[in-house]
């Protein structure tokens, strides 16, 4: 069976096909260079740009799995959360080419793609506990099966990505900030006395947004008495307090639900700290760690096509071609 994935909620313009074992192909084009000048993404700035790439990213992804347009046997496009003028190019064109080649199509969820990028290489084993860590979520998610989705618990405020974004901003690093501090703090050291909040608490629940602030206030104030911020060091002691929350929340919510695995998702779940960490947490247990590979952290169809796999294969249901764009989705 051939799934084609299109994915275009923020600033990839991405088509893949999957034939489900193997990717045959994943193009992702990335507008990052664009938004860089603006320090984040500009929504119509990135509309702008999904059309205009969205049919050569079609083409090459075709091209590059040596298919040919009528051997696709399903489209899964990404329906949803994400900007609504970028889903709405990416699912036009999904639905163009469904009703153009007779095919059929379903829509998906953008984190329940994420997730799915664990299932590409490896092989998620239920029961499992999901740790979401995206730009714009934060959660933790229990799945007892193929797209049976329970979170237990979430940001209240700020998603971590959100958080690292926010914090290379102020350190003076290009955006995507989170790539960025994650590289800085592998040169510091984590000297800086920052705040681990709601780490304690009996819930799964997490919060950044006084994280995030603590690392503002003591840049200014640094600067205000002319002294001097080792940013190394500043981002080493960031992540330290981010992925020390996660990582034991993740752990305490992995033990009381008896999973069998944990996987990290999410662009967040590049992060080289948090997934060496992950590892580390977990090796007193009888539970595995997965981790998605790199190319498949950050947005990319790959996960949508396989995603879609998934979910044919559990419900055998498609959609009508009134799909239409949701910039909110629940899980
Ligand atoms: O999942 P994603 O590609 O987009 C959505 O939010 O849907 O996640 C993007 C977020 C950004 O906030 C980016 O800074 C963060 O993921 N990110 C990272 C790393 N790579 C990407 N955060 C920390 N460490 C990284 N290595």
Redesign the pocket.
């Known amino acids: 069976m051939l799934v084609l994935g299109v994915e275009s ?2 600033d ?1 313009t991405s088509v893949a096909i999957f034939d489900g074992k193997n990717i045959l192909s994943n193009v992702v084009l990335s507008q990052i260079d664009v938004h860089k000048q603006f320090g984040g993404v500009v929504p119509e700035v990135a509309s702008r740009h999904h059309v205009r790439n969205v049919s050569i990213v079609f083409k090459e992804a075709l091209e590059r799995a040596n298919v040919k347009a009528t051997d696709i046997d399903l489209v899964a496009v990404t329906e949803g959360p ?1 900007l609504i003028g970028s889903l709405l190019v990416g699912i036009t064109a999904a639905k163009t080419f469904a009703m153009a080649y007779h095919k059929p199509i379903i829509g998906l969820n ?2 329940a793609g ?1 997730i799915y990028a664990n299932q590409i290489e490896g092989e998620m084993k239920f029961p499992l506990l999901a740790l979401l ?5 934060t959660e933790l998610i229990i799945m007892k099966d193929h797209f049976d989705f329970e979170i237990i618990g979430e940001t209240l405020d700020d ?4 958080a ?2 926010k914090v ?1 901003r102020v350190c003076g690093l290009p ?5 960025a ?3 800085l703090a592998k040169e510091g050291t984590p000297r800086y006395d920052l705040p681990r909040v709601m780490k304690y608490t009996d819930d799964y629940n997490f919060s950044f947004s006084g994280l995030k602030s603590s690392v503002i206030n003591l840049v200014h104030n640094n600067e205000q008495r002319h002294e001097e911020t080792n940013f190394n060091d500043l981002c080493a002691s960031f ?1 330290e307090a981010v992925v020390d929350t996660l990582t034991y929340k993740t752990k305490k919510a992995a033990l009381a639900y008896g999973v069998k695995q944990v996987i990290i998702a ?9 997934r060496e960490r992950l590892f580390e947490v977990f090796k007193d247990t009888d539970i595995t760690v997965s981790v998605p590979p790199f190319k498949y ?3 990319n169809a790959a996960m949508i096509a396989c995603a879609g796999y998934y979910h044919y294969q559990k419900y055998h249901k498609t959609r009508e071609l009134d799909i239409n764009g949701l910039a909110d989705m629940e899980l």
């Open positions: 909620s923020c990839e994400g953008h984190l994420h860590v995206s730009g714009g979520n998603a971590v990505g959100e690292y974004d290379a955006y995507p900030g989170g790539p501090v994650d590289r992540q999410g662009g967040v779940s590049a992060n080289k700290g948090l952290c950050t947005d």
